[in-house]
Nanobody
Framework: QVQLVESAGGLVQPGGSLRLSCATSGIIFSLYDMGWYRQAPGKQRDLVATITTGSSTNYADSVKGRFTISRDNAKNTVYLQMNSLKPEDTAVYYC???????????WGQGTQVTVSS
């Protein structure tokens, strides 16, 4: 059974930092490209950042220079370090795993991040 379990988000003040993690099980983690997406109320789910099996990264323009995605293949976990948070970063953040061989994807349950004073 495939599971992607995100860490708890939370309430952060503008300018603050938060690190999300996504622990996976039931997959061969090293064969999956990993990503973080987010969905704000009333909006579509958008890409935040991705990291390939070779650790190449890609970021949405809105988070470049503030967010960092990383992966630990030994722990089957992907991380999203979020710095200089802004109110517009408020959203439910979702972890995504994409199997490089077939393209099949899996999603985590989502975690709420709220940036507010």
């Amino acid at each position: 059974q495939v599971q992607l379990v995100e860490s708890a988000g939370g309430l952060v003040q503008p300018g603050g930092s938060l690190r999300l993690s996504c622990a996976t099980s039931g997959i061969i983690f090293s064969l999956y490209d990993m990503g973080w997406y987010r969905q704000a109320p009333g909006k579509q789910r958008d890409l935040v950042a991705t990291i390939t099996t070779g650790s190449s990264t890609n970021y949405a323009d809105s988070v470049k220079g503030r967010f960092t995605i990383s992966r630990d293949n030994a722990k089957n976990t992907v991380y999203l370090q979020m710095n200089s948070l802004k109110p517009e970063d408020t959203a439910v953040y979702y972890c995504n795993a994409r199997y490089t061989i077939t393209g099949r994807t899996y999603w985590g349950q989502g975690t709420q991040v709220t940036v507010s004073s």
